[in-house]
């Protein structure tokens, strides 16, 4: 099993880079994981916001394989502590013996289709952070999950 952060758009910031490298680097200690960044749209400016939506879904779903197990990251999604998304997942690590995708969506959000192909929606909080501040807090918090897990001092209660 692996895990992959699918999101729209390159990691444009280096800090952003230099701090989702940090977590990437960190996590093959314990899975496979990698991020695969979708390219953004051609002329989007010239699109309406459902356009840009649906363009992305297709990508976004186009480059899913068919066993994919597809969580969201979405402010509409279940949030969770730290402890309890380690909980979660270790529970998604034992019972579902497929790949995990988390995906980050433009700015606009999912697409409808995208939505009814995703098994699970999570909200990593009620905040709104930039799609690039997302890939690094999400990168952190699948490291401290694993590090739960494990037992490890990283994570104090």
């Known amino acids: 099993m692996k895990i992959t952060l699918l999101t729209v758009g390159k990691t444009d910031a280096p800090w952003v880079r230099e701090?989702?490298?940090?977590?990437?680097?960190?996590?093959?200690h314990y899975v496979p994981f990698s991020v695969k960044e979708l390219a953004e749209l051609k002329n989007a400016s010239s699109l309406t916001r459902e356009q840009i939506k649906e363009k992305e879904g297709t990508a976004l779903l186009g480059s899913l394989s068919a066993g994919d197990y597809l969580i969201l990251l979405d402010d509409k999604g279940t949030e969770m502590t730290s402890t309890q998304w380690a909980a979660s997942l270790q529970d998604l690590l034992l019972h579902q013996g497929q790949n995990l995708v988390f995906a980050v969506g433009g700015a606009y959000g999912f697409s409808p289709a995208v939505y009814e192909r995703a098994a699970r929606k999570l909200s990593l909080s009620k905040m709104t952070f930039s799609h690039q501040m997302v890939r690094v807090i999400f990168a952190e918090q699948l490291y401290r999950a694993f590090t739960i897990l494990r037992g490890e001092p990283y994570h104090h209660e």
């Open 19 to 28: 701090g989702l490298d940090t977590y990437v680097s960190r996590l093959t």
